[in-house]
Structures are given as C-alpha cells and as structure tokens.
C-alpha cells in the first residue's frame, strides 16, 4: 500500500492544499510501480468536471520485472476506468524531465527488451506541462 491508492486521506489533504494556497503548476515525479504513467491530479477524482490541480509523471523500472510490454491487461482497464490518466506503458526505460520557465516536458523513453544487450532505446511518447495550465498535454 506505498501508492497513492494506499493514502487517499493524505493525497487529499495535499491535492486540497496545493488548490487553496494556489500553488502554480505542481508536478509530482514518482516511480517504483514498473510502469510509465502520465495523469492529470484532480481534486476530486470521482468526479470527471473537478478541477485539475497537478500533473504528475511516473517513470518504469529501468531493468526489474523483465522486458515489459507496451500494453497490459491492466494497463488497459487503469485507462478506461481513470480518464485522468493520460498514458500508460509496461516497456523498461526512464524518464526524461527537461524544464524551463516556460514547460516541463516528459520523454518516456524505452526499450523492447532488456533481456538482450544493444536494444535500441525510443522516445514512447512525449508531454508537457505549459506555465499556468495544471494537467499533462500530449507534445
């Protein structure tokens, strides 16, 4: 229980506090669940017209669990059912955060296989967080 999922007091207490000292575009940065994500942070996720408070970025495991795939099961149900999260992927890789005054720009990058040497690595897909508009947008 060392996810979001397992805290939901504590994510709404920080959520409710970053909306009402109005704190600027927050990004969390997170990992540790062997998959890529990207998501709007709402202050109330149960409901689809609440306002976007965050973005928050998590990034795979780089070698852990095997190759990884693009798409899983549960990749497909998390994505259908939580219309605040952007983008899922299974594939190994990192993160790359690039910021200026104006964005943040996340490159998940991948590769097919970690099992064998020389795999080239990819950009999956690439979003931004532009100054003054929580929420991730697709670059």
């Known amino acids: 229980m060392d996810i979001w999922d397992g805290y939901p007091y504590e994510r709404q207490e920080l959520l409710q506090y970053m909306d009402e ?6 990004v969390v940065l ?5 998959s890529n ?3 709007d942070l709402k202050l109330d996720f149960d409901d689809l017209s609440s306002r976007t408070v965050g973005s928050e970025f998590v990034g795979t495991s780089i070698t852990s669990g095997g190759d ?3 798409m899983t ?3 497909s149900d ?3 059912n939580n219309p605040h999260v952007k983008f899922y992927n299974a594939q190994r890789g990192y993160v790359k955060a690039t910021l200026s005054p104006q964005s943040w720009l996340s ?12 795999a080239p690595i990819q950009v999956r897909k690439r979003f931004a967080v532009e100054a003054g508009r929580p929420g991730v947008q697709e670059a």
Not at 30 to 34: F, Y
Not at 107 to 118: I, P
């Open 21 to 26: 000292v109005q704190t600027p575009n927050p």
């Open 30 to 34: 997170t990992g540790d669940i062997h």
């Open 37 to 39: 994500w990207a998501a």
């Open 68 to 70: 990884g795939q693009d």
């Open 73 to 75: 099961d549960y990749g």
């Open 78 to 80: 998390l994505l259908s």
């Open 107 to 118: 490159e998940y990058k991948v590769v097919d296989k970690v099992t064998e040497a020389g």
